[in-house]
């Protein structure tokens, strides 16, 4: 079984276009996250919630919205998709929100490529 | 804040020869200490952390990593390295404090030849 599973593996789409990436986790954890690794593999976080309340929004545009319907899923929504968009995507979760009493379990990432 | 440099962006190793990842952070408070791999393909996975205690912490695969306070480094090693363990190697840090922020380096591309 996949711990954490994020849908889908990758994604082509044209600029200006709104798209969603789905993530899942059966780990039972409270706490699951979204990053952002460039094509230089630098990984930036954008965003963490806490059953389903919203702990962490680093500095991300306001066209990326997260929604959480519950504590195993967190989807990510883009609007109006634009070139410097284009990265790999990680959902990742943890059972508490202090790093060190938890690993993050990351899924295999959504490659998005935006032309 | 805290900050993670990983001073090597590539590291080329033979197969059974060892290998050292170097990191150093900078950071204000005390940190918290990780080091992740990704295999291609896939998503990061905790090799090991240090939180208090030995300074030399040991990981899963042979890994282990040694905390070094006044050099403010965390860096990483193997004595004998396989193919398999050809991946991206990632340090990152997180304050002692409740503000839960987990900073990643840039990453270290080890690519083990036979």
């Known amino acids: 079984d996949t711990a954490v599973s994020q849908t889908p593996k990758y994604l082509v789409t044209q600029m200006g276009n709104d798209k969603s990436i789905k993530c899942e986790q059966n780990?039972?954890?409270?706490?699951m996250y979204w990053y952002k690794q460039d094509s230089k593999k630098f990984l930036k976080i954008m965003f963490s919630?806490?059953?389903?309340?919203?702990?962490i929004n680093e500095t991300v545009p306001n066209r990326f919205s997260p929604k959480s319907p519950d504590k195993a899923h967190l989807n990510l929504h883009i609007n109006s998709l634009e070139l410097g968009d284009s990265a790999v995507y990680f959902c990742?979760?943890?059972?508490?929100?202090?790093?060190?009493?938890?690993?993050?379990?990351f899924g295999n990432g959504t490659r998005l490529t935006v032309t | 804040a805290q900050s993670v440099t990983q001073l090597d962006s590539q590291v080329p190793v033979f197969e059974e020869a060892p290998v050292e990842l170097r990191c150093n952070y900078s950071s204000s408070v005390s940190v918290y200490l990780f080091w992740y791999v990704q295999y291609p393909n896939q998503g990061l996975q905790l090799l090991l952390k240090y939180l208090s205690g030995s300074t030399l912490v040991k990981g899963i695969n042979g890994f282990e990593a040694e905390f070094n306070k006044s050099q403010t480094s965390f860096h990483l090693r193997k004595p004998s390295v396989h193919i398999s363990d050809t991946a991206e190697y990632f340090c990152?840090?997180?304050?002692?404090?409740?503000?839960?922020?987990?900073?990643f380096g840039a990453g270290t591309t080890v690519t083990v030849r036979a």
């Open positions: 990742a979760s943890s059972s508490s929100t202090a790093s060190y009493n938890s690993p993050l379990h």
């Open positions: 780990l039972g954890h409270d706490t």
């Open positions: 919630y806490n059953n389903k309340e919203l702990i």
């Open positions: 990152a840090v997180s304050r002692r404090s409740n503000d839960y922020k987990l900073s």
